[in-house]
């Protein structure tokens, strides 16, 4: 009986675990954003209501070249939400990079310039733009960085300071998310 048990008991939990690790993108950003897939949240939002959010992004724990994970998270924020339902045009989101997440923002040649490598942060910056996420880089920062502002992405736009937009944007009702 022993031997049929535990093989059994394996099999489901293995099974379990396995339905807990499938992520999923889309619908708003096929090729960036997975999210784990959650059977019946207990908590989610409503479907009908409009929802302002400004991501403050001030660090980069990217590591060997790779994406920002909090500009990542934008994606996933986009695509978890509108896979529950809620439609693009309730969810009014902006992004404001200063601090180290600033290098994010030079463009594909200041950025392969600077760092003898190509920006993997470019093709996500251009996508969040392309489904109306407005992205900043604080001004203050970009300097302090020793960049010049000549070496923006056009995908971001420049705010005076970071203290700036959310001011701005928090008088204008958007919830802050801070990652710093």
Avoid: W
Avoid at 26 to 53: H, R, S, T, W
Avoid at 144 to 173: C, H, M, P, R
């Amino acid at each position: 009986m022993m031997r049929i048990v535990l093989p059994l008991f394996l099999i489901i939990f293995i099974s379990a675990n396995a339905q807990k690790t499938i992520t999923k993108m889309g619908p708003i950003l096929e090729n960036y954003g997975a999210v784990f897939q959650i059977e019946k949240p207990d908590l989610i939002l409503e479907k009908d209501k409009e929802y302002k959010v400004i991501f403050d992004i001030y660090t980069d724990k990217s590591k060997d070249n790779t994406i920002n994970p909090l500009i990542n998270t934008v994606a996933r924020y986009l695509n978890m939400h509108a896979q529950e339902g809620v439609p693009k045009e309730n969810m009014k989101v902006v992004i404001i990079l200063h601090g180290a997440a600033t290098k994010n923002t030079l463009n594909p040649i200041s950025y392969k310039k600077q760092y003898e490598v190509e920006n993997p942060n470019n093709e996500l910056i251009h996508a969040l733009k392309e489904v109306n996420v407005d992205i900043f880089v604080c001004g203050q920062s970009y300097l302090a960085n020793g960049f010049d502002i000549n070496d923006k992405s056009n995908n971001v736009k420049l705010a005076l300071s970071a203290l700036t937009a959310l001011v701005k944007y928090q008088s204008e009702g958007y919830q802050i998310i801070n990652f710093n």
